[in-house]
């Protein structure tokens, strides 16, 4: 099946400082990539649709200015978390939509960030 | 408003019996269903999916039941196998393409 690859898998940071995630499809071009976050025991929820070449479409309630998504290419997407604080702390999961047609999404490994 | 609802937080099974995981949906826009699986600190893994025009879609082990009228959809693993224990998530979503709703997700757990 596709590949989606995150980097890094986990970060500890100094709050007010910012991280970025990225998020690659390996073996597929993904023009949608989507970013999620969980929180410990509870469900994902979407936070943004990353558009390769135009901006990314974000859901009701998040930041935009504090979480930035960028997709420069068809197989790279990054979410930065700017001046991060301890509520912050998450973890955070890509995806991207398979080139089958199936509408299926594959998951990348996940990154749990933890803000001092 | 929680569209996607999977009522149950844990369900406990015995090795080599079926296991029965539920989904309730409220937004009649839904036209298309999966489930994933997940384990701790990792992103989910796609299982199985069923689209609107069908109520049943199996592979393998898992079966996956549609019942558009109750919004209601179910997975059926059988026969349940320990590395089966995981928290399996059922999403949704209103077409291929479209962005998923997840719900809250139940922690399966296989017992020997």
């Known amino acids: 099946g596709a590949v989606v690859s995150q980097h890094p898998s986990w970060v500890i940071c100094k709050s007010g400082t910012s991280v970025k995630i990225e998020c690659r499809s390996l073996d597929f071009q993904a023009t949608t990539m989507f970013w999620y976050r969980q929180f410990p025991k509870q469900s994902l929820m979407l936070m943004a649709t990353?558009?390769?070449?135009?901006?990314?479409?974000?859901e009701q309630g998040v930041e935009k200015d504090k979480f930035l998504i960028n997709h420069a290419s068809l197989t790279l997407s990054t979410l930065t978390v700017t001046s991060a604080h301890p509520e912050d702390s998450s973890f955070y999961i890509c995806s991207a939509m398979g080139g089958r047609g199936t509408g299926e999404l594959f998951f990348g490994e996940g990154s749990r960030l933890t803000v001092l | 408003d929680q569209q996607v609802k999977q009522n149950s937080p844990s369900l406990s099974v015995q090795e080599g019996r079926i296991s029965i995981l539920n989904c309730d949906y409220t937004n009649s826009m839904f036209d298309y269903f999966l489930w994933y699986k997940k384990y701790p600190a990792e992103g989910p893994t796609f299982l199985i999916s069923?689209?609107?025009?069908?109520d049943k879609n199996e592979d393998g082990r898992f079966t996956v039941f549609l019942n558009k009228s109750a919004k209601h959809l179910s997975l059926h693993i059988v026969p349940s196998q320990p590395g089966d224990s995981a928290v399996y998530f059922c999403?949704?979503?209103?077409?291929?393409?479209?962005?998923?709703?997840f719900g809250q997700g139940t922690r399966l757990t296989i017992n020997p």
């Open positions: 990353s558009n390769e070449g135009s901006k990314a479409t974000y």
């Open positions: 999403a949704a979503s209103s077409g291929l393409g479209q962005k998923l709703v």
């Open positions: 069923i689209s609107s025009i069908k």
